[in-house]
């Protein structure tokens, strides 16, 4: 093969080299847009249809509101007929203290699942990954009982106790990979400089912050969307959290189509707004919690 003969070959290796790259990066794109628009496409749908007209929803469900569609009245009819403040107001402060109550005891537990070898520490892990498995609502009779007891239905606390007991299994999994990676040293140079174990947990703890917004956001999603339990334990008017809320548009016979899509637009709103306030922190919890 001649000197010619030999570039030529190694150009055209080149391209093609080339080619099967660019070829690749385009399909890995093509897949994560394309699964993008389904975990986007359903929620962009609600927000547009809750602005037509309902004859406009069933006759064209996929197409944006145009000024001969465009209605509001299901807007109108959520704040006029509903008492929705109210209901974004308990979702808010149920979500908000149910986060928080599970970041601080899986916290705490985490570290020190990580930071002391006792007996027994083996099983009691197997029994926090346990609650992981096992579905708490299959415990809901029992939880009815329970709160029945204690005069505590329809209240909020039943909901913040029962989703703190829910997220604390899998916020201790999730947070006690962190606190293992932590340097030895530097909890021994704060003993060594006389600090307490509350005193190592505060210092040990702003290293683990993305675990912190991981555990959050792991937390927020499935309580803030849950029906179930404010279904059965606070179904009061004064107690009821947006998604149950907005099932009172779901007739057995009539459904307010425009309101219960103008509900659900709205209830999408908070949900959006903490996770981009604690994005950064979930991405970088997710990534570093793969590489560990």
């Known amino acids: 093969m001649s000197g010619d003969e030999a570039m030529v070959h190694t150009d055209v290796h080149v391209v093609r080299r080339r080619a099967r790259r660019v070829g690749a990066r385009a399909a890995v794109h093509a897949v ?37 569609t465009w209605d509001t009245s299901g807007y109108e009819t959520v704040f006029d007929e509903a008492s929705f403040p109210t209901y974004f107001r308990n979702s808010l402060m149920v979500t908000l203290l149910s986060v928080l109550g599970v970041i601080v005891v899986s916290a705490m537990a985490a570290h020190a699942l990580s930071e002391f070898d006792f007996r027994g520490r083996g099983l009691l892990r197997i029994y926090l990954l346990a609650g992981i498995m096992v579905p708490i609502r299959l415990a809901t009779v029992g939880l009815v009982e329970l709160f029945g007891s204690l005069e505590m239905i329809n209240t909020l606390w039943a909901l913040i106790l029962v989703y703190i007991a829910m997220g604390i299994p899998l916020g201790i999994f999730i ?30 703890l702003p290293l683990v912050r993305p675990g912190l917004g991981a555990v959050a956001v792991f937390t927020m999603l499935p309580v803030f969307n849950d029906l179930w339990f404010p279904l059965v334990l606070a179904p009061g008017e ?34 959006l707004v903490l996770y981009v306030l604690f994005s950064r922190q979930f991405l970088r919890g997710l990534t570093e919690g793969a590489i560990k």
């Open 32 to 68: 994560l847009i394309g699964y993008s628009l389904l975990a986007v496409g359903p929620a962009l749908l609600v927000v547009a249809n809750s602005f037509k007209e309902r004859q406009a929803i069933f006759d064209s469900p996929f197409s944006l509101p145009t000024p001969s």
């Open 175 to 204: 947070l006690s990979q962190f606190f293992a990676q932590v340097p030895t040293e530097l909890k021994q140079a704060a003993r060594v400089d006389g600090a307490g174990e509350w005193r190592v947990f505060a210092v040990t």
């Open 238 to 271: 004064s107690t009821r959290t947006m998604t149950l809320g907005a099932q009172q548009f779901l007739g057995q016979f009539e459904t307010n189509w425009n309101a219960m899509l103008a509900a659900l637009s709205l209830a999408i709103v908070p949900v």
